[in-house]
Each structure stands twice: as structure tokens, then as C-alpha cells.
């Protein structure tokens, strides 16, 4: 795991923000649903060649935004080079980002259960996750859903990269807090991360 703190200038945040708005224009945050329909506490949307959902079929990636029925926007190049040369960091010069899943954290108790990142066919390249907005309190384990976690803080211009063993780990967000960034005029978190899915 890479956790590099403060990596993004605010200017750079700032551009990545207003794409994540622009994106959201054509493509509108969603609350997605587990298989028995309990809704997400969180609203995500995505872009990118193919967008990452779960519903009452389980997790999936589509070609089309699940309520629009539009194709995903693509990834801004900003977004595409810029995990390109992360991914080089650990070591992958051939990463190909391929989608992109925006989550938005708004309320106080937005939070994400602990999961393995399992729906890509590609379980080697590394995933990339940027953080904008309030902090997030992020829990990483091992392997198994029952190993031990630590929390991490990811704060507004953080990187943080699961590769290698890292990749599988377990992992989730605790909740966010609120107050902690003005990057964001409505308060909350987004989380930017991106793959290779193929
Ligand atoms: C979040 N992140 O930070 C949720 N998954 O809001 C993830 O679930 C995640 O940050 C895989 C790799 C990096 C991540
Ligand atoms: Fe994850």
C-alpha cells in the first residue's frame, strides 16, 4: 500500500473537482443498492469505458449509467495521466485506466462496509483512489475479512494505492468528518478511484 499525503496541489483538486461536477452533469450521482435492495450510504456515479455498480444482480461493470441508460463520460486526461505516472510508482508502466467510480460521502454517517475490491477480471494492476473534500477514515485489514484493521486518515489532495499483496486487502471507510476541508462548497467527500478492469 502507497498512502502519499497532501500529493495533489489545491489547484489541481480544484480541477479535478469541477470535472467530477461536469461528469455528474450527464452522469447524476445514484444510490446504488446491495441484492436485497438495501440501499448504499453513499451516492456514486462513474467514468470511463465501463462504470462500476451493484444492485439487485450483485456487483457489476456496465457500459451505461444504470438510470440515464447513457454511455459513461470518459475519463478526463487530467485523471488519466496523472494515475499513469502513479502507477508507475509501484512499479506498473503499462497501467491502462480504464474506469473510474466517483463515490460522494455527504452526510455524517456516509459510510462504506469492509470489502475486497473482487469485481475486476485484472486483479493484479494496481487501483488508484484520490481523495477531495472532508476526511475520510479509512480502514485497511489483510486478506481475510477477519484480519486486524488500522485507520488511516485520507485527507482532501491524498493519494492512496493498493498493489501487489496490498491489492486484496480489506478495507472500508469508518465514516467522514465533517468540517475538515472547504474544497468541497456543500461539504462531504469524494473518492475518486481508478482501475484497469481487463
Ligand atoms: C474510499 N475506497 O476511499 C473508498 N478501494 O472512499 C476504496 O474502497 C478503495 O480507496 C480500493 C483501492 C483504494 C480505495
Ligand atoms: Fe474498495
Request: charge should be positive; aromatic fraction near 8%.
Amino acid at each position: 500500500m502507497l498512502h502519499l499525503q497532501n500529493y495533489l496541489s489545491e489547484s489541481q483538486q480544484r480541477e479535478i473537482l469541477h470535472h467530477c461536477r461536469e461528469i455528474g452533469k450527464r452522469a447524476p450521482l445514484f444510490i446504488p443498492t446491495m441484492k436485497n435492495r438495501s440501499p448504499f450510504n453513499y451516492q456514486m456515479t462513474n467514468c470511463g469505458k465501463v462504470g462500476w455498480i451493484s444492485d439487485q444482480n450483485g456487483y457489476q461493470y456496465i457500459e451505461n449509467h444504470p438510470v440515464t441508460n447513457k454511455p459513461w463520460q470518459p475519463i478526463p486526461e487530467v485523471i488519466r495521466n496523472l494515475t499513469k505516472s502513479l502507477a508507475a510508482k509501484v512499479g506498473d508502466y503499462n497501467f491502462t485506466p480504464e474506469t473510474c467510480l466517483i463515490n460522494y460521502y455527504q452526510k455524517e454517517n456516509s459510510k462504506l462496509g469492509i470489502h475486497q475490491d473482487n469485481t475486476e477480471i485484472n486483479k493484479a494492476a494496481p487501483i488508484i483512489s484520490i481523495s477531495l473534500g472532508d476526511d475520510g477514515i479509512f480502514l485497511i485489514g489483510g486478506k481475510r475479512r477477519k484480519d486486524p484493521t488500522k485507520e488511516i486518515i485520507l485527507k482532501s489532495g491524498d493519494i492512496l494505492i493498493l498493489h501487489d499483496e496490498s491489492r486484496m486487502f480489506y478495507h472500508g471507510i469508518k465514516g467522514i468528518v465533517p468540517g475538515t476541508s472547504n474544497l468541497l462548497n456543500s461539504g462531504g467527500r469524494l473518492n475518486l478511484t481508478i482501475r484497469q478492469v481487463y
